[in-house]
């Protein structure tokens, strides 16, 4: 039997997922983690993670009121 040994990863910050709640996602086909803490810079600042997922730079900011 083989087990299960990959610790994901945030593509944002790398934290592990021992360390911090990770969420999946899907993106151009693949798929990607982001910590809990990370999730609004995807949200509000994606182009922040320009170098770290494929395409970034190319995507906008949620619209939102303050």
Same mark, same amino acid.
């Given at each position: 039997?083989? !087990?299960?040994?990959?610790?994901?990863? %945030? #593509?944002?910050?790398?934290?592990?997922?021992?360390?911090?709640?990770?969420?999946? &996602?899907?993106?151009?086909?693949? !798929?990607?983690?982001?910590?809990?803490? %990370? #999730?609004?810079?995807?949200?509000?600042?994606?182009?922040?993670?320009?170098?770290? &997922?494929?395409?970034?730079?190319?995507?906008?900011?949620?619209?939102?009121?303050?």
């Amino acid at each position: 039997m083989t !087990s299960h040994t990959d610790t994901y990863h %945030c #593509l944002n910050c790398e934290r592990p997922e021992t360390m911090a709640p990770l969420v999946g &996602l899907r993106f151009q086909n693949r !798929s990607f983690w982001i910590c809990s803490q %990370c #999730l609004p810079v995807l949200i509000h600042k994606p182009e922040r993670l320009a170098g770290k &997922l494929l395409g970034a730079e190319g995507l906008t900011a949620a619209p939102h009121e303050h």
